[in-house]
């Protein structure tokens, strides 16, 4: 008996329930794989519109804040605060931009009994530290009546203690850490390891000396000799304006001007400040004015962001030209 053939071009029962099957089931796969895309770019879409307002809000808040402590300045006597927090840098919140800006307004301020300058700061650019000390030092000739007093509170080393100088006085704690008077370049080199490792270093310059602080390269001894010429002229001009700033208050202690740092304590025997307090007890007992109103600028976010994008941009400047690591600290 034959066996029965099904029709050539026929399709089993089984074979279209498969197919349909299939079929469906990467219609699902499709379906799920578009909704996960589309949940995905709402979620995107709103954790921007938080980051938005957040960032308003925040701008919102500071202007505000400002204008209320201008309307206070206006209208009653006080001692006027300016703070200096962290590093001295181009566009961060110790700038000279932003510190002068404050002192300006202080010294403006019709109200205003004295100045207090509160320091809390390991140092950081010469450049900064530079104009923040000449901008004191023009506003107290202008402003003759108008005593300035700096106080260092944990720290008033290097860039903050040439900042620190220009004032009329300067107060910290007995366990404050004041001083370092010195300049200082870091950088690392790594010639010895490439030699191990087999790799070779392909620089290409234009001008004798554009590559002295590779890292890569051995170091060029004469570049290196005028490399600390520049420090010590830097640092010369450091000490001229402790010198200016304090005058025959300071000791002949050889070690004074050596990068040392001391304590409050020993900071005063070696005549680099004048006495002890706080910006509160200056306020009340050296002004006699304890209603303190801050003058201090604090940058909103979209200042902060634009301010950090140009510092940025120059850091790349100053590692191309090698002066990265110049700072006062």
Known sequence: MDK????????????SDDNRTWKLLEELATSSLKEQRRSRRWGIFFKILIFIWLFLMAGLVYKASKIDVAAVAKSTPHTALVELNGVISDGAEASADNINEGLRAAFKSRGTKAVILKINSPGGSPVQAGYI????MR???????????AVISDIGASGGYYVASAADKIYANKASMVGSIGVIATGFGFVKAMDKLGITRRS???GRYKDFMDPFLPMNAEAAKQWQASLDTVHQQ???????????RLSHDPDLFTGMVWT??????LGLIDGFGSADSVAREVVGQSNIVDFTPHLSPLERF?????????HVVMQEIGAEGVQLR
């Open 4 to 15: 029965w053939q099904e029709p050539k071009g026929a399709v089993s029962a089984t074979s």
């Open 306 to 314: 634009a301010k950090q994008m140009g510092v940025e941009a120059a």
């Open 139 to 149: 506003l107290r000739k202008l402003h003759p009546t108008i005593p300035l007093y």
């Open 264 to 269: 409050g304590e020993k900071a005063k025997t």
């Open 204 to 206: 290409y310059t234009s």
């Open 133 to 136: 000390y000449d901008e004191i």
């Open 238 to 248: 450091f000490i001229d304006s402790v010198k200016r700033g304090r005058g025959d």
